[in-house]
């Protein structure tokens, strides 16, 4: 978030996923599996035609295609693990699992309905073998999809082919090339996947076509959404590629870069913004202040939890912890670091200007004092450049904040491993879709308590950002509203003696003594109308520097989107679609203020006061 970015803020326990926040970790761990060589599984989801589609096709030949196609995925990540997600339907869906299974790969399914429910769906000995495979499945995430109404059953299978999607890295579909015949097929999923930057695999029905890969980033630009028919299109050649870019996170040295900055940077080089804060009554100066912030302690957890409430608490969590007392600390940094520059600059006017009227003997102590405010300064900009304060803070907010909403999300299936914004290429949009991919599916039958439990969730996330941002809201006017005070007093300071000067000049000259009258105005008069303005100047820098009115402007309307949000969360009764669309506005606005200050000091970098 903008505004001063505290400390670690409050973090609401997510439905049947996060646990109780009070619990215990090491601060100095990593967090289990990240970035240690051990990459999170890569996600493939599976659609395709039921019998009915491929009446005609060999199965044994395209069982066989199948395997082909999956090995190929394998051996284009040798060192990767797989993992399928699908529904188990008849035809397409039932044999890539068992191609998955036969392979090792971990397999998720994806049910439309509760279990006994969608067994109706298989004839005799077809159910037994659904039976087994949903036994076989690591996870099951049985959806509350219902058969009433005239599109109940196709809703269900809609509901759980994007549930997939939602999941994969990259799509498994046994697709004929033709139109959607209704809602939840292969070519509405494969649709969707494209228009998401989903890489897809299609693999036709008919074996004398040879598989295709739809994938945006075969193209050398960005050329915004694409559609089936536009999309970029290339062979299994291309998978290696496909892969590199999915790749998990950086290794330990680029990952851990910033941090190891961070914890070099002496703790005075953090103290500007907090005693700006103290001058100008925002908030008392605070011990803490001269720490590095440190994580809540939490509980350490199996990486290998195989339940989602053991993943939350023992993956993301810590990983939010340390993204948020990161950005803290980056966001101090970062405005300390333009604080002391503005404010050593006008210390070093100052000293200059004492010069006029100090002894001789004292003015190399002011040429010193003057030199060291030019060095630290100097000092400062280089450091905070080269470690990338601006940017780490940025960062680590986005991590955060998307953290912070994945918690409730993934009760629902949603990992955001597109992201948000479908912005992968930041070494913390990559952290976040490795923790998302180790979150995995949850195993789960969503039912009313469920939903209720989740809703509950997302209302709690929400009142604790809207008083979070109303907060900051209200301590950024206050800091710029006080600021500006200070300045436009300095200014008026220096008008003021400026008249009484002329008025002074002019009684002297045409009362007093006349014209060719000799007299001497007192020094101290240069220095207080040369000063103040230097000072009024620093005061002005940092404010446009710092935003702090667009910080306030830009928090305070974050507040009114977020209450507008709750009301409708509090209005709408929980349901899973409802849900994981409410979820997603509030991932989309939590992180839009981060996108907001992005765009909004990228062109301000630290710089030389001047």
């Known amino acids: 978030m903008s505004g001063q970015d505290g400390r670690t803020r409050a973090v609401p326990e997510p439905a049947g996923g996060a646990g109780p926040i009070d619990r215990h970790w090491r601060s100095d761990a990593a967090t289990p599996g990240i970035g240690t060589g051990d990459a999170a599984p890569i996600a493939v989801g599976i659609t395709g035609h039921r019998p009915a589609r491929l009446a005609g096709v060999d199965p044994v030949v395209l069982r066989a295609r199948i395997n082909a196609a999956l090995a190929a995925l394998a051996a284009a990540a040798p060192n990767d693990r797989f993992r399928l997600v ?7 869906d039932t044999m890539a699992a068992d191609a998955a299974f036969a392979l090792g790969w971990q397999v998720d399914t994806v049910l439309p309905f509760a279990r006994e429910e969608y067994a109706q769906d298989f004839d005799g000995a ?3 073998e659904l039976t087994a495979r949903i036994d076989r499945s690591a996870n099951v995430l049985e959806l509350p999809g219902r058969r009433d109404g005239p599109v109940g059953a196709a809703a269900a299978y809609e509901r759980a082919g994007r549930v997939v999607l939602t999941q994969s890295d990259i799509l498994l579909a046994i697709w004929d090339g033709e139109p959607a015949r209704g809602r939840g097929g292969a070519a509405q999923i494969v649709a969707e996947a494209v228009a998401h930057s989903i890489p897809v695999v299609v693999l036709e029905p008919d074996a004398s076509r040879s598989p295709v890969l739809l994938w945006s980033g075969l193209n050398d630009h960005d050329a915004g959404p694409e559609a089936v028919d536009s999309v970029a299109r290339g062979g299994l050649d291309a998978l290696p590629r496909l892969m590199t870019r999915l790749a998990s996170i950086p290794p330990n040295g680029e990952a851990e870069k910033g941090r190891r900055s961070g914890a070099r940077t002496p703790p005075l080089f953090a103290i500007a913004y907090p005693l700006l804060l103290a001058c100008t009554g925002v908030r008392k100066f605070r011990f803490a202040d001269l720490r590095r912030p440190c994580p809540t302690p939490r509980a350490v957890q199996d990486a290998a939890a195989t339940t989602l409430r053991m993943r939350i608490d023992g993956l993301l969590w810590p990983r939010f912890d340390r993204a948020d007392c990161e950005a803290s600390l980056a966001a101090q940094l970062f405005r300390s670091a333009f604080v002391s520059s503005f404010a050593l600059a006008a210390l070093a006017v100052v000293l200059a200007l004492l010069g006029l009227v100090v002894p001789v003997a004292v003015k190399p102590l002011l040429a010193a004092g003057e030199f060291v405010s030019i060095a630290t300064i100097l000092l400062v900009i280089r450091w905070g450049s080269r ?10 907010r986005t991590l955060a904040e998307e953290l912070r909403c994945l918690a409730v999300s993934a009760s629902l299936g949603d990992l955001f491993l597109r992201g948000v914004r479908a912005e992968n290429g930041d070494v913390a949009g990559r952290e976040r879709r490795d923790i998302a991919r180790r979150i995995g599916l949850p195993s789960a039958r969503i039912d009313a308590a469920y939903l209720a439990e989740t809703h509950a969730s997302l209302v709690a996330l929400l009142d604790d950002q809207i008083a979070y941002v109303r907060r900051e809201a209200g301590r950024m006017h206050k800091l710029e509203h006080r600021l500006h005070r200070v300045g436009g007093a300095l200014f008026a300071i220096t008008a003021i003696v400026c008249a009484g000067v002329l008025g002074i000049e002019l009684v002297w000259t045409f009362f007093a003594h ?12 240069t220095i207080v109308s040369a000063a103040l303005p230097a000072i009024g100047a620093a005061i002005y820098g940092i404010r446009m520097q710092g935003d702090f009115a667009g910080s306030a402007e830009r928090n305070g309307a974050l507040a009114v989107h977020l209450g507008e949000l709750l009301r409708i969360v509090q209005d709408e009764a929980p349901g899973f679609d409802g849900l994981r669309r409410l979820i997603r506005r509030t991932a989309e606005l939590l992180t839009s203020d981060v996108s907001q200050w992005s765009r909004a000091t ?3 970098p630290l710089s030389l006061p001047g």
């Open 86 to 92: 699908g529904s188990l339907a008849e035809g397409a």
């Open 126 to 128: 077809k159910a037994g």
């Open 387 to 396: 470690a990338g304060w601006h940017d780490r803070w940025l960062n680590q």
């Open 514 to 525: 006349g014209e060719g009258g000799d007299h001497h105005m007192p020094v101290g008069v």
């Open 602 to 604: 990228r062109a301000r």
